[in-house]
């Protein structure tokens, strides 16, 4: 094995302990670009991709993981399928460490939503009484151009929810991944229901 590859593993592994640390969410550029300049890295081809810190993650979730792991992931996705349910006017996606199976400790449900008026959101949450706090959320909406848009963080019988408002247009268009620069994986309220076996 070669020093450069086994650096990039030695980073992704930390990269993989921060984010389950950290409650998987922070953003994994976010956090890959500080364990990098800790550790005085600078050439970007020396960072793990993708693939590398969802390896990574899977490595440490099967080591360090706690018990009852399974039923964790399960309880959140079920929590997902709830939001995506009540709030499927605005086209949910669910996406992150729920979706792909990395959830850890503490893990946020983060749900795409699209509309183009934002009071839309804040409309239909003062009306059923959820006390959600407003933030950004930055994204890539294209391989050019990184915006921040609105969110809504909420919490639901003990679980952090987290609501990010997407433009319309993107509605069959997937942000982009800022590790990968792909279309960042999205789960529809039936993929998800069939991740966990719900009809």
């Known amino acids: ?27 994994p550029a976010r956090v890959r670009a500080e364990v990098a300049r800790e550790l005085g890295i600078t050439d970007p081809r020396a960072l793990p991709g993708r693939n590398e810190i969802d390896a990574a993650l899977s490595a440490h979730l099967a080591l360090f993981g706690p018990a009852g792991q399974v039923a964790k992931l399960e309880r959140l996705r079920r929590a997902a399928i709830e939001a995506m349910e009540a709030l499927s006017l605005f086209d949910p996606r669910l996406v992150g460490p729920v979706l792909d199976g990395h959830a850890g400790p503490g893990s946020i449900v983060e749900i795409h939503l699209h509309a183009d008026d934002p009071d839309q959101v804040v ?15 930055r994204i ?17 019988d003990g679980i952090a929810m987290s609501l990010v408002l997407l433009p319309e247009r993107n509605r069959h268009l997937s942000p982009i991944d800022r590790i990968s620069g792909r279309p960042m994986k999205r789960g529809t309220l039936e993929q998800v229901r069939r991740l966990v076996g719900a009809t």
């Open 1 to 27: 094995m070669d020093s450069r590859l086994r650096e990039r593993q030695r980073i992704a592994a930390e990269v993989a302990r921060r984010l389950t640390e950290y409650g998987c969410r922070d953003d």
């Open 123 to 137: 409309l239909w949450l003062s009306e059923r009484g959820v006390p959600a706090s407003r933030g950004q959320h």
């Open 140 to 156: 890539r909406l294209d391989v050019d151009t990184e915006t921040r848009v609105p969110a809504y963080g909420f919490s639901a």
